[in-house]
């Protein structure tokens, strides 16, 4: 049995988590969130698996 995990489903987890937590760091999360998205798609590694 294989188990792969895509990167964008577990920051998403982790964000939400920490949101959960600590709401006042929401605007901080969605930033770094967005910023690291955007970067790994211009860099073509959409699809990067761990």
């Given at each position: 049995?294989?188990?792969s995990l895509s990167i964008g489903p577990?920051?998403?987890l982790i964000a939400g988590i920490?949101?959960?937590v600590m709401p006042?760091?929401?605007s901080t999360i969605v930033a770094i969130y967005?910023?690291?998205m955007g970067v790994l798609?211009?860099?073509g590694m959409h699809s990067l698996k761990l």
């Amino acid at each position: 049995m294989s188990f792969s995990l895509s990167i964008g489903p577990l920051v998403s987890l982790i964000a939400g988590i920490l949101i959960l937590v600590m709401p006042r760091l929401l605007s901080t999360i969605v930033a770094i969130y967005l910023i690291v998205m955007g970067v790994l798609g211009l860099m073509g590694m959409h699809s990067l698996k761990l």
